[in-house]
C-alpha cells in the first residue's frame, strides 16, 4: 500500500537526477515552511506532521 499519497513520490516515473531534483525540492520546501508554522503557533508537538489534525484555538 502507498504511503507517501500527499507529494507523489510513490508512483513516478522519473528519469535522471536533475527532474528528480526538480520533483523533491519544492516538496521539502513545503515541509519546512509547515514545520516551521506549527513551531511559530507553538505546536513543536505536530511540526513533524502533515496529516494530523490541528485543534481549534479556545
Known sequence: ???DRHFGFEQHFI???AKMTTRVGPAIAVIM???LGHIQRGRPEQMRSLV???PAPG
Open 1 to 3: 500500500m502507498p504511503r
Open 15 to 17: 528519469r535522471g537526477i
Open 33 to 35: 515552511a509547515m514545520a
Open 52 to 54: 494530523q489534525p490541528i
